[in-house]
């Protein structure tokens, strides 16, 4: 179905042969909106049904506190995955964690 134009009649049934290449492409366009619908809904003979929609992905919300030196710092970040919050756990830095949000509500300390 590549390359589909119309090749016969555009405006009230002239060929395009005398027709400017601007009202060609305005001709194909409109052609190409009803026709090639046509033409493929022929071709098919099942019926296509909506694609379902994605989970929305749920948040890990995380208050993080890491300590370097003699400062304390704490940052709100949030991880989509578990892994990617275990692998941020992980630094020397990081003193404890404190999980805000999750599905059962928990809340968490470490170190």
């Avoid at 002239?14 to 001709?27: C, D, N, S, T, V």
């Avoid at 992980?90 to 470490?110: A, Q």
Wanted: no cysteine.
């Amino acid at each position: 179905m590549k390359n589909l134009y119309n090749k016969g009649k555009y405006r009230s049934f002239e060929y395009a042969k005398h027709l400017r290449p601007f009202l060609k492409r305005i001709g194909n366009k409109k052609w190409r909106k009803t026709e090639k619908l046509e033409i493929e809904n022929q071709l098919n003979d099942f019926v296509r049904f909506q694609k379902a929609r994605k989970k929305k992905q749920f948040k890990i919300w995380v208050k993080i506190t890491t300590e370097d030196n003699v400062r304390k710092y704490s940052e709100y970040k949030n991880f989509y995955s578990e892994k990617s919050f275990q692998d941020s756990i992980k630094r020397n830095s990081v003193t404890h964690f404190f999980i805000l949000k999750n599905k059962k509500n928990e809340n968490k300390n470490n170190r």
